[in-house]
């Protein structure tokens, strides 16, 4: 594995064990060249999924995208990493077990939207309000309607 800081393509792996949901394996790696330390993760490929977006436009499954947007939601909420590692491997799986190499990103954003409706309600509208292209303030007091959650919660 190459050093993501020094680009050595010799690392040693200093410990390894598997994630909350044995769904990858956690290793962490040092580089012997500029003694930085990283961690990779190796987990179960069935398939290459291809994303067919709105445009028509194909593109391979990212799983770091949906981590990010993840992230990005998730911003000084309660939720730890590993958490946001197993929902992008929950997604992932339910995407693979559909049996389909091609999946529409709509779904994608639909089974991200699902989790964090259950997971944490102010995650949920920061996603939807990017997912669902809010514009102006109406948008989102349309859909927290929509929610049920408008009652001042």
Do not use: H, W
Not at 110 to 121: F, H, I, K, P
């Amino acid at each position: 594995m190459r050093c993501p800081f020094c680009g050595q393509d010799d690392t040693q792996v200093k410990d390894s064990r598997p994630t909350d949901d044995n769904a990858a394996i956690r290793r962490r790696r040092a580089c012997p060249g500029c003694g930085s330390r990283f961690t990779t993760f190796e987990r179960v490929q069935i398939r290459d999924l291809v994303v067919v977006k709105k445009d028509g436009s194909r593109s391979t499954f990212d799983r770091d995208k949906v981590i990010k947007s993840l992230q990005i939601a998730l911003r000084k909420r309660p939720v730890e990493d590993d958490q946001i590692e197993r929902i992008a491997n929950g997604v992932y799986r339910r995407l693979e077990s559909l049996g389909e190499n091609e999946v529409p990103s709509k779904l994608i954003g639909e089974l991200v939207m699902d989790v964090l409706m259950e997971l944490d309600q102010v995650a949920y509208l920061r996603y939807a309000s990017v997912y669902r292209n809010f514009r102006e303030a109406k948008d989102f007091g349309d859909f927290l309607g929509k929610m049920g959650t408008s009652s001042g919660d």
